[in-house]
């Protein structure tokens, strides 16, 4: 089992910035992927971005490149999401992930954390 905890959602202006953590604790893989996701209200959870075990490999949903970037940081088991040049539309609880496969799909996450929200006003 693995266990996600994330945090450094709040509000924020149009125009700002915003780092989300997620620490993970419990079985550990070396070949695990870690993933973002965000559902808005009244939508799907959608996929953000995702990073493998070494942090060579990234990817990202069209609507946030060049504006968030995924990081982490495996002495501490902790994965990032650095987000920039907010928008009113990323408003969402974020959610992140784990991919045991250690790939860096928008599908095929095994576990999850329980959210936090970003609200971005305009």
């Known amino acids: 089992q693995v266990q996600l905890v994330e945090s450094g959602g709040g509000l924020v202006q149009a125009g700002g910035s915003l780092r989300l953590s997620c620490a993970a604790s419990?079985?550990?893989?070396?070949?695990?992927?870690m993933g973002w996701f965000r559902q808005a209200p009244g939508k799907e959870r959608v996929f953000v971005a995702a990073?493998?075990?070494?942090?060579?490999?990234?990817n990202y949903a069209d609507s946030v490149k060049g504006r968030f970037t995924i990081s982490r940081d495996n002495a501490k088991n902790t994965v990032y999401l650095q987000m920039n040049s907010l928008k009113p539309e990323d408003t969402a609880v974020y959610y992140c992930a784990v991919n045991t496969a250690g790939m860096v799909w928008a599908q095929g996450y095994d576990y999850w954390g329980q959210g936090t929200q970003v609200t971005v006003s305009s």
């Open positions: 990073i493998s075990w070494s942090g060579g490999r990234t």
């Open positions: 419990g079985r550990i893989s070396s070949s695990y992927a």
